[in-house]
């Protein structure tokens, strides 16, 4: 495997350039119909893929997949029920070789490498082009990673320097499980159903929620909530949630506190 550098090994640069002898079939995992709609007349437009299925939840992605047999699958992180991050890890587990592209319009910064690290093999924001998404596609079906040239030459770079990068970002601080649990956070999601989704039990949520609060400097439960719905809106949107709009809602926070508010 090799990441969307402008490098590809011989085997995976002749996987692309020769079509297949039968459509590769893609499987379509988002919560939004405009996307999938969307996506479906990009793909089908071309010879050598079709899609051969759609899902807006966890559930229904696992089912299809048995169902359909994808050659591949392309899932966002946001599902109407469960998590496209632990959907990702799932099949993961349990299909091998699946290959898995993010589409997302969550910010690449924070979320690519977290993704690439729990199984897929491709990130790309939905703001690209039909063109790069196919691209993307075709890399990942051919056994690359693909990731933005962004992404790449950071994932370079942190391993240049072995982790002696310091993040700006207090996103950074969070290990994936953290973030993945700010994300169900920020949709709403009770601790008893992030427990239910992600198969922890309650005490190890509520845990792993006190060590969220206390890297982002949080003082309160209600003030990680107020943070995480915040931030889920920017990455909804595909604004960057900023570390400056975490010190202003933090100092806000304070003041809150010392008010009683």
């Not at 379509?28 to 119909?33: G, S, V």
């Not at 093999?121 to 693909?146: C, F, P, W």
């Not at 391993?159 to 207090?170: D, E, F, K, Q, Y």
């Not at 994300?183 to 845990?207: D, F, I, P, Q």
Request: charged share 25%; glycine share 6%; net charge neutral.
């Amino acid at each position: 495997m090799e990441i969307n550098a402008g490098i590809s090994s011989p085997a995976a640069a002749s996987a692309i350039a020769v079509a297949p002898d039968r459509a590769r079939r893609v499987l379509i995992i988002d919560n939004h119909p405009i996307v999938r709609a969307g996506l479906r007349r990009v793909i089908e437009n071309q010879e050598d893929l079709m899609v051969c299925g759609e899902a807006d939840t966890a559930r229904d992605a696992r089912v299809a997949i048995k169902e359909c047999n994808p050659d591949v699958i392309v899932a966002d992180i946001g599902l109407n029920q469960g998590d496209g991050i632990e959907l990702v890890r799932d099949v993961r587990a349990h299909h091998e070789r699946l290959p898995i592209l993010v589409l997302s319009s969550h910010d690449e910064a924070v979320y690519a490498e977290r993704m690439l690290s729990v199984g897929a093999n491709g990130y790309i924001m939905k703001d690209a082009t039909g063109e790069q998404i196919l691209h993307s596609l075709r890399r990942v079906l051919a056994g690359a990673i693909y990731v933005s040239e962004d992404v790449g030459y950071n994932m370079i770079r942190k391993s240049t320097l072995r982790g002696s990068m310091v993040s700006a970002n207090p996103i950074d601080r969070l290990t994936d499980r953290e973030l993945q649990i700010l994300h169900m956070v920020g949709k709403g999601m009770s601790t008893r159903e992030t427990a239910r989704v992600l198969n922890l039990s309650v005490k190890t949520v509520e845990s792993h929620r006190h060590r969220i609060k206390y890297k982002l400097h949080l003082a309160t439960g209600a003030q990680l909530v107020q943070f995480a719905i915040n931030w889920f809106k920017c990455q909804e949107s595909g604004t960057r949630a900023l570390p400056v709009f975490h010190d202003e809602m933090r100092q806000g926070m304070r003041s809150e506190t010392r008010s009683g508010v």
